[in-house]
DNA sequence: CCTGTAACATAGCGGTCGCTATGTGCCGAT
DNA sequence: ATCGGCACATAGCGACCGCTATGTTACAGG
């Protein structure tokens, strides 16, 4: 019957869900404990102040979904460009409604706390540093692979290129439709064929 | 002594600044009403609810500020296209430190509040709108006078120009340096020089 | 000069929130 | 078998928030 781990886990769950949806301060710790299945005893067991759940919801869980959707995905192409083309396309598509008006999880939690509160600032930013940071590693591997453009600064287009995938997350989210993604997915494709070295057109009708 | 428009505005503007340094919820009433020098009798004399502040506040002042920062300097171009670079360039460095750390107030109300509040998404949204088709309108011009390449889609890419402008705030407020700002400006310069037809390199070293 | 109304000011209510103080029961170690 | 501590549950406190009910005052129109 006691299973701290699961316990935890319940509630750093229900705690992302009501998060994404309506936002870190707007989100009370008693409906969090009501949709867990647990009691403000146990939530302030776990986490020591509400913040503290905010801290390991980026440290664990935003950190980890950055790493699934947007990292490991890469490992699977040869041409790492191509590889970001592709993948950016079948985000899109496997991206429910829902998702698309509720925008990204970790660019929300930083818009809201990230000016108010050093330490969600710290932790946030540390997320996305990892991102550029292993979207460059893809960038020199793409150049090393003879890819890529070798002039082109890899660290410079990293952040550019994970500024786009927040960016156009944050405007369909506002726009509210698919066919705005479609617009995002041109320019981005458009973007990572002027720095590829291979003319073979990555998206074209067939 | 009764000065109506006086009190209004100086309401108006203590709010602005509350709710762009800490959030529209995370704002009290009465932190608006004492840097305003009112008292809250004043506050729901002229607005109903909070809400209809945020309101206001989107249709008065945050969209007077996107356009004065992002399509009235545009006027002063002709070729338009080389005006959004120098533009670009120009509000990195009139844009202070604090800006900088704080982002876009435009998108920092939509990410709190578009997906909570219907009303606000829509007037955020018009404004976003806006903001679209005023780029779109130079855009076109940009075609007409020949300085675009007449096949890409105006639409689309003004589309695409803004997320970048809105995009490139959001993530040099989260690193928090303007040597993100110059990524940013990097990459949003190769792009606009990709769908020019002038071979003006628009930014380089003299 | 009088008066009605717009332009504010004051006090307080009902509700929620984060958090704590204080329990209680399970379960592994001795 | 017991016993200490971890894993929760319950109740409630103090602070704050949005909002309102009820004034009071300045000023324009007659």
Redesign the pocket.
Known sequence: ????ER?RGRILSAGFDYVYRQGFRA?????IVAAAG?????F??YFP???DLGYALADEVLREMMLDRWIRPLAAYGNPIKGMTVRYRKLMEATTDEELSLGCPLNNLTQEMSSVDPVFSDKLRGVLLEWIKETERYLKKAQADGYMNPEVDPRRTAEFLVMMEEGSAAIVKSLGGRKTYLSMYEGFRSYLDSISTRREKTGSRP
Chains 1, 2 share one sequence.
């Open positions: 019957m006691r299973d701290p316990t989100t009370s710790v008693s409906e647990v009691t403000e005893g146990a302030f067991h102040s509400k913040n």
